[in-house]
């Protein structure tokens, strides 16, 4: 036998948590509504209850919908950490993104290496600094310096670095085991919430890392706790210690970046004699095979008798830009050829009047 869904009970008006509107009519001492007895109430359908799959789902008049069954905190847990550490944005910026793309393999290696080295350093750092502080906080409001202060926020934004870099290694290894792509995986994770937090700490981290070698330096008398000198001289060390392992391990990773950026090509500017021996001409409608030639460097379209530079290699530019851009260097804006280099019997563009 069903259960009444109305009781014989004193009428009273609902209103709707969400938005204070009147729902509708309802009596007090209403049971619990079974999805096969859900009717349509209300005044004119304001609520009306709806069955889906068993649960019983109740439409207010604010467009708010309530349904018989909650999910569970940890999968609301799950989700909420997915999204701080992962994005789906096509914005990737991130210069990390661009050394895994330009070598995967060795870019695996520096991630896992700097990630691993940071993340036990700041471990040992935090641990250490939070037993030492523990034992003679009191004894450290002596020093000139309020180096104690200095060693607890330094541990607290340490602290906060740590999960991350684990994350990132873990999401790392699950790639490398699945045999998934490693940019679409660092280029995800760069563009998170928690990595754009981690280098927002890290740059204040910087900042204070700085403060606390000023500190360090003139601190003063600190007889009365010499412990705390030297456990800030000891975290000092093992911060600049990890930046000379991050960037030996990049030298070492990555040698053809080192060797690219001294094989490029010196910035020369041409002589002032170099540039005046460079032919002038007029423009004229016929010059050019192509209609409407503009200038490469001030993307304006030549005009009538305006005075064009012509280059060895063959390409033209209005005269002002051409020596604007000469003197800074001497190689043509489209081609990079060098103006000393001789003339480029494949670019002949001009007609002759």
């Known amino acids: 036998s069903r259960r009444p869904f109305l009781s014989h009970s004193p009428i009273r008006s609902k209103v709707c948590p969400c938005c204070g509107s009147l729902l509708w009519p309802s009596m007090a001492g209403v049971d619990t509504i079974n999805a096969a007895d859900a009717p349509q109430l209300g005044v004119g359908g304001a609520m009306q209850g709806q069955e889906s799959e068993g649960v019983v789902q109740t439409s207010r008049p604010c467009g708010r919908t309530d349904r018989g069954s909650t999910r569970h905190p940890w999968q609301v847990l799950s989700e909420a950490m997915s999204a701080f550490f992962s994005s789906n944005s096509e914005n990737h910026d991130d210069p990390l993104v661009d050394v895994v793309r330009r070598d995967p393999s060795a870019a695996s290696r520096f991630i896992r290496t700097v990630m691993v080295f940071s993340g036990v350093g700041s471990v040992v750092v935090c641990i ?6 523990s034992l003679f906080w009191r004894r450290c409001a002596v020093c000139d310096r309020p180096l104690r202060w200095w060693l607890l926020v330094h541990t607290s ?15 790392m290894r699950r790639v490398e085991t699945v045999g998934g792509s490693l940019e679409a995986c660092v280029a995800s994770f760069t563009a998170s919430p928690a990595w754009k937090i981690s280098k927002n700490v890290s740059l204040f981290t910087y900042g204070w890392f700085v403060l606390g070698i000023v500190w360090a330096v003139n601190a003063g008398d600190c007889t009365a706790c010499p412990g705390v000198y030297r456990m800030t001289i000891a975290v000092i060390v093992q911060a600049v210690a990890r930046a000379v392992v991050a960037l030996a391990c990049f030298r070492l990773l990555f040698p053809h970046s080192e060797q690219a950026r001294a094989e490029a090509p010196k910035v020369e500017a041409a002589g002032p004699d170099q540039i005046a021996q460079l032919p002038l001409l007029h423009y004229w409608s016929g010059l050019f ?10 993307l304006c379209e030549y005009e009538s008798s305006d ?32 103006i000393d280099a001789g003339q480029n019997p494949c670019c002949k563009t001009t007609k002759v009047q």
């Open 128 to 133: 250490a600094c939070a037993v030492f502080l």
């Open 157 to 171: 934004l340490q602290l906060a670095q740590i999960p991350v870099r684990f994350v990132f290694l873990v999401k």
């Open 289 to 298: 095979s192509e209609s409407g030639a503009s200038c490469a460097v001030c």
């Open 307 to 338: 005075m064009l530079r012509r280059l060895p290699c063959g390409h033209h530019f209005h005269r002002k830009c051409a020596d604007q851009w000469l003197r800074r260097s001497k190689r043509c804006p489209l081609c990079m050829r060098a």
